[in-house]
């Protein structure tokens, strides 16, 4: 097969092209690298089957030759980012995910698109089905990513039933691991960065409100499956285990060995107070369920984050 990754410079995009590359399949990737980067899937040079181009895809665009299958995972996902650029990402999920249904109604490809649990907003229940419709405020500030995805998973269903295009749309749910961006604002990454330079973790709000974390390699296996399934409705991919953020914060103390105090901040707006995925669906129809749970995936996800602090702290150096 050959297929297009959107956002391949990205933390998911990247591993999932690394997977599509494992599995012998041609990949490209497009990125315009305003929350990725180029190093990101530098490794992924050493396939002779892969390309990255520089592309916005909120723009019209176009891929010469054949294609088998457009996943489109170009978009910011940390609230941090999609908080500075919140009209990037309305676009890259509207216009984007236009254009990248556009472009697999044109080549007869599989289209599947990263969607979120933020479908799901401040859930009034719990824990979330695919069948449950959220509870979203539109105006808020988190609005501008649940409402582009809301409207993907609408434009995505539209292209299904009017085009006939074959769609796939993933539900994915707070997903770790090696290769995300050190100052990307997630918790994850946040705490796991305090903790290595004994700086206080940032706890917002009083820490109860609930996570359900999925280390990488178990969400692209979903993904994967997914892509290759017959399922056309959402599915929720995600590690049903239930943490709340101090139960986190715990963990990457107990796992780093940091001696790092917990610091209070104020919570911030719409911050969804508990979140679960419901992952019957993904267990029937793909025979997929997560392997790795939380305190594993941290340990596995630690000497990428230590390598890190020591490369910009050998680039801070050199500056000096
Ligand atoms: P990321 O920020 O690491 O990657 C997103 C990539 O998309 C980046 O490389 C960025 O440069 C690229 N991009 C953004 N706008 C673009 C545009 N207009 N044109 C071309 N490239 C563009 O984020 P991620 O965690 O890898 O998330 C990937 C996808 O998965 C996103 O669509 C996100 O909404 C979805 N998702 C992720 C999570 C998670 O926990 N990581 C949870 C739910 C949904
Ligand atoms: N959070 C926190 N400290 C941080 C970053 C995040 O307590 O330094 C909290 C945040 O308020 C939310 C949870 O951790 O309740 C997960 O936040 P993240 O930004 O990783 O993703 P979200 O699930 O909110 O999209």
Known sequence: MRVL??????????????????EGHE??????FITGSRENAEFLYGFDRFRLTERDVSQPFFIQGELDGVLHFASPASPVDYLELPIQTLKVGSLGTHNALGLAMAK??????????EVYGDPQVHPQPETYWGHVNPIGLRGVYDEAKR????????????HGVETRIVRIFNTYGPRMRPGDGRVVSNFIMQALRGEPLTIYGNGSQTRSFCYVEDEIDGIYRLFHSERREPVNIGNPNEFTVRDLADIVLEETGSGSKVEPFPLPEDDPKVRRPDITVARDLLGWEPRIQLREGIRRTLPYFRDELERHDARARTIQ
Request: glycine residues 10%; positive net charge.
């Open 5 to 22: 990754i959107t956002g391949a410079a990205g933390f998911l995009g990247s591993h999932l092209a690394e997977r599509f590359l494992r």
């Open 27 to 32: 990949v490209v990737g497009v990125d315009n």
């Open 108 to 117: 007869g490809a599989r289209f599947l698109l990263a969607s979120t649990s």
């Open 151 to 162: 409207f993907a998973e609408a434009m995505t269903m539209a292209y299904h039933r009017y």
